[in-house]
């Protein structure tokens, strides 16, 4: 399999993990939806619906990673899971991950 194809079958069957589960119970129409453009190779989860204790609808990224150059780079992450380890459990060489946005903080 062609590393480029290997990675995004890890980035998905990473992120598929953050889309079990709703947030806010019973007065919450949270849920988490995948958000995935292949042929550009980026890759989201993000958190929509009607909050019902805040009256508000709720459009938020929950993670993001892209696929640069070999790279599997997470753009963001607001969950409480480990993507990296995600990804190196799932085939992606722990020298080919980034994350940019820790990066000159």
């Given at each position: ?5 290997l ?16 947030y806010?119970?019973?007065?919450s129409n ?5 958000v995935y453009?292949e042929?550009?190779n ?9 909050d019902?204790?805040e ?8 993670a993001?990673?892209d696929i640069v150059?070999?790279k599997?780079?997470?753009?963001i992450n607001?969950?409480?899971v ?21 990066q000159?903080?």
């Amino acid at each position: 399999m062609e590393k480029i194809e290997l990675y995004r079958n890890a980035v998905k069957a990473t992120l598929n993990y953050l889309l079990k589960g709703g947030y806010g119970g019973k007065q919450s129409n949270l849920r988490n939806v995948r958000v995935y453009d292949e042929a550009e190779n980026r890759f989201a989860v993000v958190t929509q619906g009607w909050d019902g204790v805040e009256e508000e609808y709720i459009n938020e990224f929950v993670a993001q990673i892209d696929i640069v150059d070999d790279k599997v780079l997470i753009q963001i992450n607001l969950s409480d899971v480990d993507l990296q380890q995600g990804l190196v459990a799932n085939g992606v060489s722990a020298e080919d991950i980034e994350v940019p946005y820790l990066q000159d903080v």
